[in-house]
């Protein structure tokens, strides 16, 4: 599934990708080069989505990308694609980032209830590929709350206990949300 | 309603790993696991590819020309870096042999002497046994995200150095955990190991000193044993907090 984009230009740029990829997991400048023309706008849009500062963006993706160059060696294209496996690196980053700073400015209560839902935007859903559809849809499906909570935390990289604080529940009840939510988005990917 | 089934289990805690809905020491412990367990580390990638694609809602923004250079000039670093680190890996085994067997000696001594015997954890570096609370003026209450303290950072302006005392955080096997300095600007810097158990002293270079200004941040992450192979954090960062004038 991973992509799961049946054009075959989108299944050749994959695999185009993992070939850098597994080059530059053996010491080659120039694949890595190739997996940042490839790849750096995407990951530094996720780096600004979370950190929501452009310097502070920047540092993360220079990060990134070093991280990437040590770790290529671990991607196996057999089980991971290789755009999950950069994403999840570039996300995971940027929020240890975001927590080492402190979090990002707190924002008062009133303002947290007016958050709005994190929903794609028209324009970049045109490039969806048919896993992130089939999400998309997934998502929809839930009962509100467990979709932004999950949402919430995706994008902004929001813990249980942050999540807690913003809707002003409990955390037992929060966790339960999103532990019902999980579940009920993993049995509609499955089916 | 109440009645709805919840994820559960190493599913359960793949998927919160995944989201980085987790903290402190939950997610050390995850952490751990990803990296000893091959069937939660099967279930992260699984939870990762389920999840991951919703990135692609997020819009792509070209970085500035100059981010490649930058990154292109610390690739030739990287592998010297490495294997510096595997020398003081050596070098931190045969300390840690050696150090294990004098504080053997020295509980001995201790014992027979009738003295309290203070006896530490000998791993990681060399921190020397922090002397009963001195006067600090700076301290921090490293937090993990929940509230609960994770660790606690004094001062001590005679000595110029810090005073960390883990509360609840204790590595797993084979993970160290690694403070960091984060200027108000700058990158973080490397304050050492944090050694499970008691109290340890950690002595401060002039450079890291300017770096403890008011705007400083501290924060602790989950790294490989004998610490960050980067110079930078590698690991999750399970606390944070700052040092406040008392």
């Known amino acids: 599934m991973a992509d799961g984009s049946s054009r075959p230009e989108a299944d050749e740029a994959r695999r185009r990708l993992a070939d850098a990829l597994v080059r530059a997991g053996r010491g080659s400048h120039s694949a890595l080069a190739e997996v940042y023309d490839a790849t750096s706008a995407k990951l530094f849009g996720i780096c600004l989505r979370i950190l929501g500062e452009r310097g502070e963006a920047e540092d993360a993706l220079q990060d990134i990308y070093l991280n990437v160059w040590r770790k290529a060696g671990s991607f196996d294209p057999e089980r991971a694609s290789p755009i999950t496996w950069l994403a999840a690196l570039a996300r995971n980053r940027s929020i240890d980032r975001l927590r080492a700073r402190g979090g990002r400015v707190s924002e008062p209560v009133e303002a947290a209830l007016q958050i709005p839902d994190p929903a794609p935007d028209a324009a970049s859903s045109l490039e969806a590929s048919e896993a992130g559809s089939r999400l998309s849809g997934c998502i929809g499906e839930l009962e509100n709350r467990k979709a932004h909570a999950i949402r919430t935390a995706f994008f902004e990289g929001a813990t249980y206990a942050e999540l807690a604080v913003r809707s002003g529940v409990p955390l037992g009840t929060m966790k339960s949300w999103v532990r019902r939510g999980l579940l009920q988005l993993k049995e509609c990917l499955e089916r | ?246």
């Open chain 2, 1 to 246: 309603m109440t009645d709805e089934p919840e994820l559960s289990g190493q599913d359960r805690l793949a998927a919160e790993f995944v989201l980085r809905l987790l903290d402190g020491a939950e997610l050390a412990e995850a952490t751990r696991r990803q990296q000893e367990e091959p069937a939660f580390a099967a279930a992260v990638a699984e939870w990762e590819t389920r999840l991951m694609p919703l990135v692609e809602s997020i819009r792509p923004e070209v970085p500035d020309q100059g981010i490649w250079e930058r990154i292109a000039a610390r690739l030739t670093e990287a592998p010297a870096e490495t294997a510096t680190i595997h020398i003081l890996r050596r070098k931190a085994k045969i300390w840690r042999a050696y150090s294990a067997a004098v504080t053997a000696i020295a509980a001995a001594l201790a014992l027979v002497i009738g003295l309290e015997s203070g006896t530490r954890d000998p791993a990681l570096q060399v921190p020397a046994p922090a002397p009963a609370a001195p006067a600090a003026t700076l301290i921090a209450s490293l937090a993990a995200e929940g509230g609960q303290a994770a660790i606690v950072i004094s001062y001590d302006p005679d000595t110029k150095s810090l005073i960390a005392t883990p509360a609840v955080l204790n590595p797993a096997a084979g993970r160290a955990h690694e403070l960091w300095v984060i200027p108000g600007a700058g990158s973080p810097r490397s304050l050492g190991l944090v050694a499970a158990g008691g109290p340890q002293r950690i002595t401060l270079p002039p450079a890291l000193l300017k770096a403890l200004g008011p705007e400083a941040k501290l924060a602790v992450s989950v790294e490989p044993e004998g610490g960050s192979p980067t110079g930078q954090p590698t690991g999750p960062v399970i606390a944070s907090g700052q040092l406040t004038r008392i």
